[in-house]
């Protein structure tokens, strides 16, 4: 399973940004995704995720400004992201939980991540 993700850039405190993950190869199914950051010195923290059934959970800091949302029929994943400030520079990173079957036909459920995407807040 493959992530390739887009957006990100360089935005002025308080503007907007939309991050997209799609996931590509061979799965059954992809179960929860969402995305993590980390900024210099920091650990890497939960930004957001959504399950399968649509369910979401965001980290404090985001709650009201970041919205998350998935498109079934394209196995993508948005961060939608608004009133950014300079605390929210980092690198994020997407992530999907897959679950598929092996070569043998066993069930597997693994975890892919995309390549870092980099979000930068300054005027």
């Known amino acids: 399973v493959q992530l390739q993700a887009s957006g990100g850039g360089l935005v002025q405190p308080g503007g907007s940004l939309r991050l997209s993950c799609a996931a590509s190869g061979s799965f059954l ?13 920091k650990q890497r923290e939960l930004v957001a995720s ?5 369910g ?21 994943g948005y961060l939608s992201m608004n009133s950014l400030n300079p ?26 991540w995309g390549q870092g995407t980099q979000v930068t807040v300054s005027s």
């Open 87 to 112: 605390e929210d520079t980092a690198v994020y990173y997407c992530y999907v939980n897959w679950s598929g079957l092996t070569d043998t036909k066993d069930p597997i459920r693994a975890k892919a």
């Open 50 to 54: 959504i399950t399968s059934g649509g």
């Open 29 to 41: 199914r992809i179960d929860d995704m969402g995305w993590y950051r980390q900024a210099p010195g």
């Open 56 to 76: 979401t959970h965001y980290a404090d800091s985001v709650k009201g400004r970041f919205t998350i949302s998935r498109d079934g029929a394209k196995n993508t």
